[in-house]
């Protein structure tokens, strides 16, 4: 027999309210706008002209086999006025035999960094020998294990810059490879940046292209203030060169790279090393504060309606458990929904019934990598030489 007072009324109404209004809270459903395909946003020969020059950096550290594969991708751009400079490591014959193959490339410029580097990481001190090769004002710093979607991957970021702006960020996405969850981790993450990167804020970025002024990185020492950190360049340059309104994101297909699947272990590293960064970057819990309100509002509405239902089921409240039932229903229906239309338009490939795992095992996943890192050696993180 079903019960109807004011109390099961009531309670319905607000496990229903809760299943619909959650889902709301969510990184997916605040996603990101995104850029047109270039050819329907094509660029006129009037606006080519005055795109700007730009100097690739790519920094292949013993990487020879990504160098080999990649290289031509970005020699290839249809682009009207660029270089591209890579910085390798002296001694490392199997890249400079894949150097020497492209010795008659007019868009290529090497140099080399040397065998030892006391003072600083040699990612950083590769990037920095890179922006002194340049010869333009417009530097893009890429990462070698990456390769543009397009030949329209310069002209698609390009696009981006103006006389208000020092920072475009380029997207890239995971390739088919890649893990399930680790390429859900990276669009839910990206959907919390782009949108900072859109009002005009920046905290960090994990993407690997990102456009800046030599002019600017000259004049502020570099990486000056951060030497001493093995990784993080991406993170530190948009924290230390941000400034209100700087900053752009291209979304673009054409203005997407494809990342080569990483190892378990450069996947545990990147995480280790983020924390072992983000005390000493600018804008931090304002940015992990908006992730920590849509967590505690994930797990609030799953408790809440599931600890209703039971309830209902153990004094028989019969009213109150098909509500209680529908908003379940409705609450993972709406979560799934919004999730996959994020993905959809990150040109993702996770599978839907995915999404209620993944949204639920992000915030232990973090706390695994908060106790790894509790119990690493904190010098692994550092040069030691500062």
């Known amino acids: 027999m079903i019960v109807i007072d004011n109390i099961s009324i009531i309670v319905s109404l607000g496990v229903i309210l809760l299943a619909i209004v959650s889902p709301l809270i969510n990184p997916f459903f605040r996603r990101p706008k995104f850029n047109n395909p270039m050819h329907e946003n094509s660029v006129s020969d009037d606006e080519e002209t005055k795109l700007p020059a730009i100097s690739v950096i790519l920094t292949p550290n013993e990487n020879a086999?990504?160098?080999?594969?990649?290289?031509?991708?970005?020699?290839?751009?249809?682009?009207?006025?660029?270089?591209?400079?890579?910085?390798?490591?002296?001694?490392?014959?199997?890249?400079?035999?894949?150097?020497?193959s492209y010795h008659d490339s007019p868009k290529?410029?090497?140099?080399?960094?040397?065998?030892?580097?006391?003072?600083m990481s040699r990612k950083k001190l590769a990037i920095t020998l890179g922006v002194k090769a340049a010869k333009h004002e417009w530097i893009l710093m890429a990462d070698i294990s990456c390769k543009p979607i397009t030949n329209k991957w310069l002209e698609a970021l390009a696009k981006n810059c103006t006389e208000q702006r020092n920072l475009i960020v380029g997207y890239t996405k995971y390739d088919d490879d890649t893990p399930d969850f680790w390429k859900f981790e990276r669009l839910q993450t990206t959907c919390y940046l782009a949108r900072e990167y859109q009002k005009g804020m920046g905290y960090r970025s994990i993407t690997n292209a990102l456009l800046f002024r030599k002019s600017e990185f000259i004049a502020q020492d570099g990486f000056r203030g951060n030497l001493k950190f093995i990784r993080g360049e991406y993170d530190f340059m948009i924290n230390k060169y941000m400034h209100k309104g700087s900053i752009a994101f291209e979304s673009s297909i054409d203005g997407t790279q494809i990342e080569q699947s990483p190892s378990q272990k450069h996947w545990i590293n990147q995480h280790l090393f983020y924390m072992a960064n983000r005390k000493h970057l600018e804008r931090s819990f304002r940015h992990r504060f908006l992730f920590l309100i849509d967590q505690a509002f994930m797990h609030i509405a799953y408790i809440g309606i599931i600890l209703v239902l039971a309830f209902?089921?153990?004094?028989?409240?019969?009213?109150?458990?098909?509500?209680?039932?529908?908003?379940?229903?409705?609450?993972?229906?709406?979560?799934?929904?919004?999730?996959?239309?994020?993905?959809?338009?990150?040109?993702?490939?996770?599978?839907?019934?995915?999404?209620?795992?993944?949204?639920?095992?992000?915030?232990?996943?973090?706390?695994?990598?908060?106790?790894?890192?509790?119990?690493?050696?904190?010098?692994?993180?550092?040069?030691?030489?500062?």
């Open 65 to 100: 086999d990504a160098l080999s594969e990649n290289l031509q991708i970005y020699l290839d751009q249809d682009y009207q006025n660029f270089q591209v400079i890579v910085v390798a490591s002296k001694g490392d014959t199997e890249t400079e035999d894949v150097l020497k």
């Open 108 to 119: 290529l410029y090497t140099t080399f960094i040397p065998t030892t580097s006391r003072y």
């Open 312 to 386: 209902s089921i153990y004094k028989h409240l019969w009213l109150i458990t098909i509500c209680a039932s529908i908003a379940l229903v409705v609450y993972l229906t709406l979560r799934m929904m919004i999730g996959k239309k994020a993905i959809s338009l990150f040109n993702g490939d996770i599978p839907t019934w995915k999404i209620i795992p993944y949204e639920l095992r992000i915030i232990w996943q973090n706390l695994s990598y908060k106790v790894r890192y509790w119990r690493a050696n904190k010098n692994d993180f550092i040069t030691h030489k500062i």
